[in-house]
């Protein structure tokens, strides 16, 4: 099923509450939490992503670009989110972190950098229920979608294929009214973008539009 997560790491994190009423038919929140050790970046925390689940209706799809993923990934499912994405790079024991996740009610999904192999990784996927290709170097928005991510993508598709199709593809990074169509093509089901929706006059409309693309 497609689906488009806007990231608001592209809104105005002084206005939170009104920038998530701008996308109504968002089919997830996108959340990025960075702690400038994983990434060069720093966002957000606990409190904030708290005050988040209580501003909006719409699901919470947190992204944690963090060190010490089982530590923290947890305590971000135990907020309410409908999904927890930690990185493979920046967790010791992937499979425990999935479990941990689903056993607070959450979705339990793993993202990979677009330099980092999916073959090692691959017999995580019946651990989880989404997988994350990053299509840019996570930290930062507004960056350029990595072609070269595209085969990894197909290669993901067909091994959840190979699952049975329940988990869900997601590309994170780059993706606007262009690049959304090859990463659908190659196999992709979960579509984050954050400066393609908040950068639009009207980013309902932009949410709207690139669902159209790819439904
Ligand atoms: C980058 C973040 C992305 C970011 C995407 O590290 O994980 O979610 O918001 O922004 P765009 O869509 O502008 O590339
Ligand atoms: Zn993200």
């Known amino acids: ?121 691959l017999n995580m996927l019946q651990e989880l229920d989404m997988l994350l290709l990053m299509t840019v170097e996570p930290g930062f928005g507004g960056q350029s979608f990595i072609d070269a991510v595209l085969p990894k993508i197909s290669a993901a598709r067909r091994a959840a294929d190979d699952l049975g199709g329940q988990v869900a593809v997601q590309v994170d990074g780059g993706i606007n009214r262009e690049t959304i169509l090859r990463a659908a093509e190659a196999g992709a089901d979960t579509f984050v973008a954050g400066s393609a929706v908040f950068g639009a006059a009207d980013p309902d409309a932009a949410v709207t539009e690139l669902r159209r693309l790819v439904g």
């Open 1 to 121: 099923m497609t689906a488009i997560h806007p990231s608001i790491l592209s809104a105005d994190f002084a206005n939170l509450a009104a920038e998530l009423a701008r996308i109504p038919s968002a089919d997830a929140v996108h959340v990025d939490v960075m702690d400038n050790h994983f990434v060069p970046n720093l966002t957000i925390g606990l409190p904030v992503v708290e005050a988040i689940r209580r501003a909006t209706d719409l699901p919470l799809d947190i992204h944690l670009m963090i060190d010490d993923a089982d530590r923290w990934a947890p305590r971000y499912a135990q907020t309410g989110a409908e999904s927890v994405t930690f990185h493979a790079e920046a967790a010791a024991r992937p499979p425990q972190v999935a479990q941990d996740l689903r056993s607070c009610g959450a979705r339990a999904a793993m993202a990979l950098k677009p330099q980092t192999e999916l073959a090692p990784h």
